[in-house]
């Protein structure tokens, strides 16, 4: 499994790979001190997985994978305390408080070796028309809020103007990206728009139900109910049918 070290310090990013010589699954491929230097070494190599450092100059860890279209698997390397890192409610893999104990590296590993047959650990550098896979793993940030959403657990996106409303849990946080622009980046086998303002995970409908004027009524799992346009019902039910 090939990894990057990302972090502003030198000793700190010496001192974790002297420690990840006892997991010899792990490939360190390279080092980076900061933000841009991480993103176009995580460009040239591919990685499965980086260690990223939170506070770096410039830019943070945060501002780093905010400019990645997919995310590789991300354990966090940081000197913030636990109730700082709190604020940040991300669902990363793991974090780490420096100076980085053994044994805590030892647990995060063996949380990447249980994700190995859920995640698709392949990032590949792509075009923003690129078509995201339901494994892929996207980043989604409101403000201070972050999250790694896998694809196939957002279930419904909704728009809001220039924003569109991502559905996942009990989370609904606004991103700036239109529902046109999103569609382009949607496998249409497994999302589907259903009218002007909702694109619908197929997998995640509960219920369907006849509804006004010929057109059908949408049940999500995570309760929303959403309409199906008249022209989009003909097209729901060509793709559904045997």
Known sequence: MKAIIIDDERLARTELRKLLQEFPEIEIVD???NVDEGISKIESHNPDLIFL???MPGKTGFDLLNELDRAPQVIFTTAYDEYALKAFEVNALDYLLKPVEPKRLADAI??????????NHNYVPTEN??????NDQVFVKDGERCWFVKLSDIRLFESVGNYAKVFFGPHKPLILKSLNALEERLDEKMFFRANRKHIVNL???DKIEPYFNGGLLLELKGG???EVS???TVKFKEMMSL
């Open 224 to 226: 929303e109910k959403i």
């Open 230 to 232: 008249r022209r989009q």
């Open 53 to 55: 450092d939170i506070q």
């Open 31 to 33: 080092e980076a001190a």
């Open 129 to 134: 028309k690129s078509l995201l896979s339901e």
């Open 203 to 205: 997998r995640l409908i």
């Open 110 to 119: 063996h949380k990447l070796h249980g994700t190995d047959n859920n995640h």
